[in-house]
């Protein structure tokens, strides 16, 4: 009776423990971050002290909605997406601290509300706006809201993406489109300057030249990416294991709810593009989880079986003994 009375005292400490401090402390220490539907209407904005920036922001996405709202005609907007072809092309190189990602499926990741914002002023749309106090121009895609101006241009141009640039996107070319011109992710063998190439050994020097060549270019575009954003992004490979996914989710979807101040913009992405970059992040972080998926209830099955047998068994050896 005495040990049915502790053991009932130490239960209860434990199940007190388990299910009102942890999470209780985890939530004291985790400031619960409500994400916004990836809707991208500037309520997830900086919140803004002076009176016109305020005016100004709800002015910025009142005009945005207002592009949204007419009809882009996507044959001429092929014309005005030349210009951003000039700098987001294949082989383009590191412009201001990062290379622009190629736009092969923008139309498909990206949320429509976000790519008028990101062409009216990227560093608004990107919210991170607070870096240029002095105006848009200093972004390395600031030039484009004074080369594209007319709503109805905006309007083309963004139709022309959803429906030229919005093709099959596979979990790879989103993360490397979305995320990669800054995160580098060593299980994917992707480096910020794309997939690792296959190099060789010289056979008589056993030096690999290509590769030790490849790694210094690497070296350079992080150096450069470091200088713009303050630190080097660190490497996705294994984020899906030591974050949740509620974490990055919000985060991922407004970087700064989570991290006030922080240099990684928010990107944009729409349902698709979040949900097939967090496919790649789950396949490089966790490449043995389709095979435990798979494995996991035949071993619960097995045990149900043995748990059976044993019973059975003990049945059976204690016949006659009662
Ligand atoms: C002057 C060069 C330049 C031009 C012109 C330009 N871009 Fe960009 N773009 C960039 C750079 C650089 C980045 C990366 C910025 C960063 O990561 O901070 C970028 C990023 C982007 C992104 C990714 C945004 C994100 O964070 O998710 C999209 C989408 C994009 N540009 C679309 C366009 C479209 C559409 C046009 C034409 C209307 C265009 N760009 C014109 C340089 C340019
Ligand atoms: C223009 C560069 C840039 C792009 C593009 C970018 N990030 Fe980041 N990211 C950063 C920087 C810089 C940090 C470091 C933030 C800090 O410490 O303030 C970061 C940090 C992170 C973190 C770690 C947060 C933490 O808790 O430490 C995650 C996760 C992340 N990024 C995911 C992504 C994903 C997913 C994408 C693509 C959808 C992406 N990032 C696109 C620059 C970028």
Same mark, same amino acid.
């Given at each position: &009776?005495?040990?049915?009375?502790?053991?009932?005292?130490?239960?209860?400490?434990?199940?007190?423990?388990?299910?009102?401090?942890?999470?209780?402390?985890?939530?004291?220490?985790?400031?619960?971050?409500?994400?916004?539907?990836?809707?991208?209407?500037?309520?997830?904005?900086?919140?803004?002290?002076?009176?016109?920036?305020?005016? &100004?922001?709800?002015?910025?996405?009142?005009? #945005?909605?207002?592009?949204?709202?007419?009809?882009?005609?996507?044959?001429?907007?092929? !014309?005005?997406?030349?210009?951003?072809?000039?700098?987001?092309?294949?082989?383009? #190189?590191?412009?201001?601290?990062?290379?622009?990602?190629?736009?092969?499926?923008?139309?498909?990741?990206?949320?429509?509300?976000? *790519?008028? !914002?990101?062409?009216?002023?990227? !560093?608004?749309?990107?919210? #991170?706006?607070?870096?240029?106090?002095?105006?848009?121009?200093?972004?390395?895609?600031? =030039?484009?809201?004074?080369? /594209?101006?007319?709503?109805?241009?905006?309007?083309?141009?963004?139709?022309? *993406?959803?429906?030229?640039?919005?093709?099959? /996107?596979?979990?790879?070319? !989103?993360?490397?489109?979305?995320?990669?011109?800054?995160?580098?992710?060593?299980?994917?063998?992707?480096?910020?300057?794309?997939?690792?190439?296959?190099?060789? =050994?010289?056979?008589?020097?056993?030096?690999?030249?290509?590769?030790?060549?490849?790694?210094?270019?690497?070296?350079?575009?992080?150096?450069?990416?470091?200088?713009?954003?303050?630190?080097?992004?660190?490497?996705?490979? $294994? &984020?899906?294991?030591?974050? =949740?996914?509620?974490?990055?989710?919000?985060?991922?979807?407004?970087?700064?709810?989570?991290?006030?101040?922080?240099?990684?913009?928010?990107?944009?992405?729409?349902?698709?593009?979040?949900?097939?970059?967090?496919?790649?992040?789950?396949?490089?972080?966790?490449?043995?989880?389709?095979?435990?998926?798979?494995?996991?209830?035949?071993?619960?099955?097995?045990?149900? $079986?043995?748990?059976?047998?044993?019973?059975?068994?003990?049945?059976? &050896?204690?016949?006659?003994?009662?």
């Amino acid at each position: &009776m005495k040990e049915l009375k502790i053991f009932g005292i130490v239960a209860i400490f434990t199940l007190v423990l388990y299910w009102g401090v942890e999470p209780f402390a985890h939530s004291q220490m985790h400031k619960h971050v409500e994400g916004h539907g990836l809707v991208y209407d500037g309520t997830a904005d900086i919140e803004e002290t002076s009176k016109d920036k305020k005016a &100004m922001k709800k002015a910025f996405w009142a005009d #945005v909605k207002k592009i949204a709202a007419l009809k882009g005609d996507a044959k001429a907007g092929e !014309a005005t997406f030349a210009m951003c072809a000039g700098c987001h092309m294949d082989g383009a #190189v590191n412009m201001g601290g990062v290379t622009p990602p190629s736009l092969e499926h923008a139309g498909a990741i990206y949320d429509k509300n976000f *790519l008028i !914002a990101l062409i009216k002023d990227p !560093a608004i749309a990107t919210n #991170v706006d607070h870096k240029y106090p002095n105006g848009t121009m200093a972004h390395p895609m600031g =030039s484009i809201s004074t080369m /594209v101006t007319a709503p109805q241009d905006i309007a083309n141009v963004v139709a022309y *993406l959803k429906a030229k640039k919005a093709g099959e /996107v596979t979990p790879k070319e !989103a993360f490397t489109e979305a995320c990669g011109r800054c995160h580098a992710n060593r299980y994917g063998k992707l480096t910020q300057l794309g997939e690792i190439p296959k190099t060789k =050994s010289n056979i008589k020097t056993g030096l690999d030249i290509d590769a030790m060549k490849y790694k210094e270019k690497v070296a350079t575009e992080q150096a450069a990416l470091a200088d713009y954003l303050g630190t080097l992004p660190p490497d996705l490979s $294994i &984020m899906i294991r030591a974050r =949740s996914e509620h974490f990055l989710h919000t985060f991922i979807e407004n970087p700064q709810s989570t991290l006030p101040g922080t240099a990684m913009p928010r990107t944009g992405l729409n349902k698709e593009g979040m949900e097939k970059v967090f496919a790649y992040l789950e396949k490089t972080g966790d490449p043995s989880k389709p095979l435990r998926e798979e494995t996991g209830p035949k071993v619960l099955l097995f045990f149900l $079986i043995f748990t059976a047998l044993a019973f059975l068994w003990k049945k059976s &050896m204690w016949k006659g003994h009662h």
